[in-house]
T-cell receptor
């Protein structure tokens, strides 16, 4: 069974803290994505990566950075968390070799910044 | 640039009613892929269907059916005899790139099926 896992389902942090959200996939996918989901705004792409150590900005990269040191792992970093980063964060992976680039999603991390 | 519109923000139906969720897309590519995902209250997006731009054949899977019409750039999703378990947010999505990087989601439609 294909799997995308995220390190936490729920996370509470304080303003100014450095926050790491981890995502791991076991499907040998080249592409990995980080989205945030807010009511009424749908899914917005923060960053994506199409290969190890490669990254591209999405629609809303400000305040975020990412790291992809290994193919299976894609980390989202909030250098200094702010209250407007309270959101649901979804990780996904896909491959151009399979499934017409269908994205497979993790369960999401609901982050609250106080 | 590609775009996906789901004009219905929220829909409420009573169990056993049929319901159609609309999806309209924009793309300049001739090769593209369309998807529907379901997001139940648990939060995880679940893949429902994909279609490539060369396959306009409609599809039925149980109570679910999809109507793809290139002439109107629409990819609508119908649930027949809706059930409470169908309550979720449904997202339509479009992928232009062969490498899967240009993947755009619509804003989603929240469906509530009332008993």
């Amino acid at each position: 069974d294909v799997k995308v896992t995220q390190s936490s389902r729920y996370l509470v942090k304080r303003t100014g803290e450095k926050v790491f959200l981890e995502c791991v996939q076991d499907m040998d996918h080249e592409n990995m994505f980080w989205y945030r989901q807010d009511p009424g705004l749908g899914l917005r792409l923060i960053y994506f990566s199409y290969d190890v150590k490669m990254k591209e900005k999405g629609d809303i990269p400000e305040g975020y950075s990412v790291s992809r040191e290994k193919k299976e792992r894609f980390s989202l970093i909030l250098e200094s968390a702010s209250t407007n980063q309270t959101s649901m964060y979804l990780c996904a992976s896909s491959s151009p070799r399979t499934n017409y680039n269908e994205q497979f999603f993790g369960p999401g991390t609901r982050l609250t910044v106080l | 640039a590609q775009k996906v519109t789901q004009a219905q923000t929220e829909i409420s139906v009573v169990e056993k009613e049929d319901v159609t969720l609309d999806c309209v897309y924009e793309t300049r590519d001739t090769t593209y892929y369309l998807f529907w995902y379901k997001q139940p209250p648990s939060g995880e997006l679940v893949f429902l269907i994909r279609r490539n731009s060369f396959d306009e054949q409609n599809e039925i899977s149980g109570r679910y059916s999809w109507n793809f019409q290139k002439s109107t750039s629409s990819f609508n999703f119908t649930i027949t005899a809706s059930q409470v378990v169908d309550s979720a947010v449904y997202f339509c999505a479009l992928s232009e790139s062969n490498y899967g990087q240009n993947f755009v989601f619509g804003p989603g439609t929240r469906l509530s099926v009332l008993p």
